[in-house]
């Protein structure tokens, strides 16, 4: 919303594909004609959901394209066109006004295969370590760790979304003390296509 990427249902014209989805799922056109425009294809489909993979490569309800706090019952909120860009943006603009070195995650709320609720996950980030791998180390008991990655950013943005909240108009949250400094961004928590196993 901040980068302008929100969109009048009115001036959408839906496209016959579009008609077509939207009388399956039963949705309004115009809706999915933006949904189809911010995707790359369609997973899933169900009464008043699309689960798609967006041009940023998230699988997400809807390609993120969301009408809560949009200004407007009309209106569509887009997510950004380069979430890390974004935070890198942020991140420079904090440290120039502050003096003070941090790191920025830009988070949305996703859905979770075989879980209900959604969880705030990590789309964009700068100055942030995304990824924790602890491959090759050992636990406590001495057993060598071979699969454990920690998704540090999308841990940080959940933990926020507890205190930003859904309904308070929050719309950013300070993590102190979090040992999480680092070079990495969020398009490091995407899963390669290739070692996907639900692809």
Same mark, same amino acid.
């Given at each position: ?35 189809? $425009? ?94 924790? $791998? ?66």
């Amino acid at each position: 919303k901040a980068e302008g990427r929100v969109i009048d249902l009115n001036r959408v014209v839906a496209s016959r594909p579009a008609r077509e989805l939207a009388e399956r799922i039963r949705f309004d056109p115009r809706h999915v004609q933006v949904i189809l $425009d911010e995707s790359v294809r369609v997973v899933r489909e169900a009464p008043h959901v699309l689960i798609t993979e967006t041009r940023h490569g998230f699988i997400c309800a809807n390609a993120g394209v969301d009408r809560s706090n949009s200004g407007g019952l009309d209106r569509l909120v887009l997510l950004p066109n380069d979430p890390d860009a974004s935070a890198a943006h942020l991140r420079d603009e904090l440290e120039r006004l502050s003096g003070v070195a941090i790191g920025v995650i830009i988070s949305d709320s996703f859905g979770r295969p075989w879980r209900e609720g959604q969880v705030n996950v990590a789309i964009g980030a700068a100055g942030v370590e995304s990824l924790r $791998d602890y491959r090759g180390g050992a636990d406590a008991d001495g057993y060598r760790l071979e699969g454990t990655v920690l998704a540090v950013a999308d841990e940080l943005a959940s933990a926020a979304e507890l205190v930003m909240g859904k309904l308070e108009r929050v719309p950013a949250a300070l993590i102190r003390g979090a040992q999480v400094a680092g070079a990495g961004d969020a398009s490091a928590l995407r899963r390669d296509p290739a070692t996907d196993l639900f692809r």
